[in-house]
């Protein structure tokens, strides 16, 4: 045989398969060998090489192996662009979605290093960079079955704006709605990388911002919003407008609702 062909051994071991890898894909009908000598055995061609990898590459895509028959026993240039345009759209969305899980994982990881050096209780002034967030307003009763309600309601807005419901979700909680008696919340939050081209962003501005951890999951914010206030006054500081609170610790490293870590700052005014 000539040398431009390979047996099956040498082509599987070329595209890095099992010989029956080439021999289920002849049966499918969808890549079959360049020829089959009269003693049965089969050869391939250099000129296949590219073929086999875009079928494999297909394959790794999850597309089923009826569709690229179908393909194949219907090819045409008219068809493989179409079928290329089809498939590219598909990995721009995966690639859009691996970007975002990496940049998640990476976020979860800092937080969470945030959160294993947190000392509970005490009030420390740090410096805080701005943050971009996708707000949507609460004024509803400091109920658990309304908050939660709201929610609800924050991840259908951020799912309407094509953000992923992974995203933690934050509070804000206003200074003059701190009291002895409690605390109300005024507006959910969720930290985006940029600013939305809708302009349907607020960005908190980066500065320094008394910072005060907790870990008893929400049991003592509104305490805790006093002893900000507090320090505050005691030091002579003017405070912004809002306190906003964020899970640091949750689910996936404390056990359970009552052991979250919860962060609560609020920027000092120049």
Not at 4 to 15: D, K, L, M, P, S
Not at 174 to 191: A, E, I, L, Q
Not at 254 to 267: A, P
Request: glycine letters at 8%; one cysteine or more.
């Amino acid at each position: 045989m000539h040398k431009n062909y390979f047996t099956t051994g040498e082509f599987a071991g070329i595209c890095g398969v099992g010989k029956q890898t080439l021999f289920y894909y002849d049966k499918e009908g969808i890549f079959k060998p360049d020829i089959v000598a009269e003693n049965g055995y089969r050869y391939y061609s250099y000129t296949q090489i590219e073929t086999f990898t875009v079928i494999t590459m297909l394959r790794d895509l999850g597309v089923h192996i009826k569709e690229i028959k179908a393909h194949m026993d219907h090819r045409s240039p008219e068809a493989l662009i179409a079928l290329m345009e089809s498939k590219s759209a598909e990995i721009d969305k995966k690639v859009k979605a691996l970007n975002w899980s990496k940049k998640y994982i990476s976020n979860k990881i800092n937080v969470t290093k945030e959160g294993c050096n947190a000392v509970s209780g005490i009030v420390t002034r740090s410096v805080m960079s701005q943050r971009h967030m996708v707000m949507s307003d609460y004024n509803g009763p400091e109920n658990d079955a309304a908050v939660m309600e709201a929610l609800g309601d924050h991840l259908d807005y951020c799912d309407r704006l094509g953000l992923y419901n992974a995203c933690p979700i934050g509070s804000i909680i206003p200074v003059p709605h701190v009291n002895s008696s409690g605390f109300r919340y005024s507006k959910f939050y969720t930290v985006i990388d940029e600013p939305l081209s809708s302009g349907e962003t607020f960005t908190s501005p980066g500065g320094e911002y008394l910072v005060i951890y907790d870990d008893h999951g929400y049991r003592n914010v509104g305490e805790n919003c006093l002893k900000l206030i507090n320090y505050a006054a005691s030091e002579g500081l003017t405070l912004g407008d809002y306190i906003y609170e964020d899970v640091i610790l949750d689910d996936l490293s404390t056990d359970g609702y009552y052991n979250y870590l919860i962060k609560l700052s609020v920027k000092v005014e120049e």
